[in-house]
């Protein structure tokens, strides 16, 4: 019998803020005060994997007190703190002590810098705070937001957001998109995990639907569209050697797949998944093998251009055959693999079933985001200028 198909999403992103009774230290000390007041904890050894081990209410260097964990990754660990200099919560990203990803950390902190010493509130990144080595744990200290598109989506059982807040989150999102190509820095992992609300507030709707007793559903949508887009750990200079895979896989664009090499254009790509993501409450392409995803975007995009094929590296020429055609159904791993992308629809079918009077403008900016030619993608510029931006239905 054949398993099925899990949703493999991994939680990598920050959580929701704790209740107010997890005791602000208002101590106001500073200085000399402050390090006399707030020691740090003894010394321990580190897990085996590197990871930095603590206690709940211990200090973090004197200066920030450690309230929860709010996320983990392969990096490390988001640690919520109290900031006892600033008086405020603020969110701590401790990474693992093993050289690579310490490497990695201080690439990530020049990043981060660059975005912050160019911005004028309109990049809508995450700012850093601070940053300091601790204990041999390079420690990125970043303001405190909400909870990620994707925790809303699974709160909400994967119920998709209206339209109009789809089209806030589109706008913000080329606008911070646009701000980092500006700076030639290509993000390379935006993924609804990666996009957070600023607020942690929100409102309750009723669902229109009720349970088996009767009872109205009700699913939660954020107070304020507003959003910033976190994680630089995986970001690339444009002119810099790129690795040849690069994105989560459900966002990851054809021509990482293929070997023909990435450039701005695979964040416009991923972008374009979101945004159907965020319209239809689920990834658009749920696959974790190459020949499937292939296939997938084939089902709802239409053929693969053909000097894209052409041009394929060798591993990538087993997914062909004939030169042009897709190895498909033929070289399917499974019978359920093959149903799984019969399942999917074309991109105009599946935005009509969710946008309703935007789904004309919508579908032709997906068109544009999810062109599988890079050339032709439209640029996070260009897409801000699209009619969808302007409608208000």
Not at 33 to 51: A, C, F, I, T, Y
Not at 360 to 366: A, F, G, K, R, Y
Request: hydrophobic share 35%.
């Amino acid at each position: 019998m054949e398993k099925e198909r899990v949703r493999k999403r991994p939680r990598l992103t920050w959580d929701v803020p704790p209740p107010e009774s997890e005791a602000r230290d208002q101590s106001g000390l500073a200085g000399n005060q402050l390090v006399e007041r707030h020691s740090s904890p003894p010394k321990r050894d580190d897990d085996r994997e590197g990871h930095y081990v603590f206690n709940l209410g211990e200090n973090l260097t004197p200066r920030y007190k450690i309230l929860s964990k709010m996320g983990e990754g392969t990096f490390g660990r988001v640690l919520e703190c109290w900031d006892r200099q600033t008086q405020e919560y603020v969110a701590v990203k401790v990474v693992r002590s093993i050289k690579k990803y310490r490497d990695a950390a201080m690439i990530e902190v020049d990043i981060l810098q660059l975005i912050a010493k160019n911005d004028r509130g309109s990049s809508r990144c995450v700012q850093i705070r601070d940053w300091f080595d601790y204990r041999n744990h390079i420690c990125i200290v970043f303001e405190k937001l909400g909870p990620s598109l994707y925790d809303i989506l699974k709160r909400n059982r994967y119920h998709p957001f209206p339209v109009d807040l789809v089209r806030e989150f589109g706008r913000q999102l080329l606008e911070s998109v646009a701000y980092m190509h500006d700076l030639r820095l290509i993000h390379t992992d935006l993924k609804p995990e990666n996009i957070l609300l600023v607020s942690s507030e929100s409102i309750k709707i009723p669902n229109h639907k009720r349970t088996n007793s009767g009872a109205m559903q009700y699913r939660c949508l954020p107070k304020s569209s507003a959003i910033k887009v976190i994680d630089f750990g995986s970001t690339a200079y444009d002119n810099q050697n790129h690795s040849s895979i690069v994105s989560t896989r459900h966002y990851r664009a054809p021509e990482v797949i293929l070997g023909l090499g990435w450039s701005y254009p695979c964040d416009l790509w991923s972008l374009g998944c979101i945004l159907i993501e965020l319209c239809t409450g689920e990834a658009l392409f749920q696959t974790h093998e190459n020949l499937e995803h292939l296939a997938m975007m084939e089902r709802v995009l239409g053929p693969l251009p053909e000097h894209m094929i052409r041009g394929a590296n060798r591993a990538a020429e087993k997914y062909f055959r004939q030169g042009s055609r897709l190895n498909w159904p033929e070289g399917a791993v499974s019978r359920e693999s093959i149903r799984a992308v019969k399942k999917l629809d074309s991109l105009q079918n599946l935005v009509s079933q969710h946008a309703d009077s935007s789904r004309s403008s919508l579908t032709d900016l997906l068109r544009g985001l999810l062109k599988c030619n890079p050339s032709e993608r439209l640029t996070a510029r260009e897409a801000l200028k699209h009619p969808f931006f302007k409608d208000t239905a």
